[in-house]
C-alpha cells in the first residue's frame, strides 16, 4: 500500500513557524512581558508537537457545553469570549453663533456617520475538534467546518477566524493564538476520524528563533 503524501501538511508546519517568528519579529519592540508571553505560547505549541511525534497521541478534550458529530473528537477546548464588529451611528455637527436682533442663535447642520468597532458579543466555550471549530456561548453560537475555514489569524490572545460561510470574520480571545492556527491546520490537513498520528508523520522539532526586544 502506498504510504499517503502528507506533503501539505509539511508545508503548512513551516508556514505556521514561519508565521510565529513573523509575529514576534514584527513585535519586538513590544513590552518585555508581552514578547515573553509570545515566547511561552510558541514553546507551548513546539512542545505539543514534539510530545506528539513520541507519544503518536492527540491530548483530547472534553466536549460537555456541545453535542459532538460521529467520530469526532476535541484537541482543544477553553473558556472564551466571541467579538464581533458593530456600526456605530455617530452625530456630527457644523455650524456657527450668531446674533439675530441680539438674541444669540446657532445657525448650522449636521450629519450622521457609521463608525465600526469591535465589541463583546457572547462569552462561552471554544473547541477545536478533528471536524470543526465550534463555540456554545451564552448568546450567541458559532460553528464552522474546518474545510471551510479560509485561513486563521492569531495575536497570541485572540485568533480571528476567516471562513467562507461568513462575510464577517469571527473573534475569540484564547490563551495560546499559536496552538489554535497549529492545530487547525493539522487538523484540516490530516482528515483524522481516531486521535493519532498517523504512520509516517512527523511534525515536531521545529525550532524558530527566539526573537528579543531591540
Known amino acids: 500500500m502506498n504510504q499517503p503524501d502528507h506533503t501539505f501538511l509539511y508545508v503548512m508546519l513551516i508556514v505556521i513557524i514561519g508565521a510565529i517568528f513573523l509575529y514576534l519579529n514584527q513585535n519586538r519592540k513590544s513590552s518585555a512581558q508581552q514578547l515573553n508571553h509570545a515566547n511561552n505560547a510558541r514553546d507551548s ?28 473528537f476535541a484537541v482543544i477546548a477553553e473558556e472564551s469570549m466571541m467579538y464581533e464588529y ?33 465589541a463583546e ?36 490572545t485572540h485568533i480571528t477566524i476567516n471562513s467562507q460561510k461568513r462575510q464577517k470574520p469571527a473573534i475569540f480571545r484564547v490563551q495560546n493564538g499559536f496552538m489554535w492556527d497549529g492545530l487547525c491546520k493539522i487538523m484540516s490537513a490530516l482528515n483524522l476520524e481516531l486521535p493519532s498520528l498517523p504512520d509516517g508523520v512527523n511534525i515536531g522539532n521545529q525550532k524558530p528563533q527566539e526573537v528579543t526586544s531591540s
Open 45 to 72: 505549541l513546539l512542545s505539543y508537537l514534539n510530545n506528539l511525534d513520541i507519544t503518536r497521541e492527540f491530548i483530547t478534550c472534553q466536549m460537555g457545553h456541545m453535542n459532538p458529530q460521529r467520530n469526532e
Open 86 to 118: 458593530k456600526n456605530d451611528r455617530s452625530y456630527r455637527g457644523v455650524g456657527t453663533r450668531a446674533k439675530i436682533d441680539g438674541i444669540p442663535v446657532y445657525i448650522g447642520g449636521g450629519r450622521s456617520q457609521s463608525v465600526e468597532r469591535l
Open 121 to 156: 458579543a457572547s462569552s462561552g466555550y471554544l473547541y477545536l475538534t478533528n471536524k470543526r471549530i465550534v463555540f456554545t456561548g451564552d448568546r450567541k453560537t458559532f460553528s464552522v467546518s474546518l474545510k471551510d475555514v479560509v485561513n486563521i489569524e492569531n495575536a497570541v
